[in-house]
């Protein structure tokens, strides 16, 4: 599978992702009902580009950021299921 670029333009500054299955599914098991921030600063800073690791440290320092990053870079690398149950 080929290397897949996002970039997200979050308040006029852009940060590019290069999000792989290996890291989302790490993410997805790292999430627990009492920690959600940790695993989403953790799952953004292995997938954001070289370039873009500085501009990103700062945003995580913004409340609710981490969360938000990571459902829109997940949003954007999550296909598109049509799932349907045959009786």
Do not use: C, W
Request: no cysteine.
């Amino acid at each position: 599978m080929s290397k897949q670029t996002i970039v997200l333009v979050v308040n006029g500054t852009e940060l590019a992702f290069e999000p792989n299955t290996q890291a989302y599914n790490k993410y997805i098991n790292e999430l627990t009902m009492d920690d959600k921030v940790a695993p989403a600063h953790n799952y953004l800073n292995r997938v954001v580009a070289d370039g873009s690791k500085e501009a990103l440290a700062e945003l995580l320092k913004l409340p609710g950021a981490g969360l938000k990053l990571a459902a829109k870079v997940n949003e954007q690398f999550i296909p598109e299921l049509e799932i349907s149950v045959k009786n």
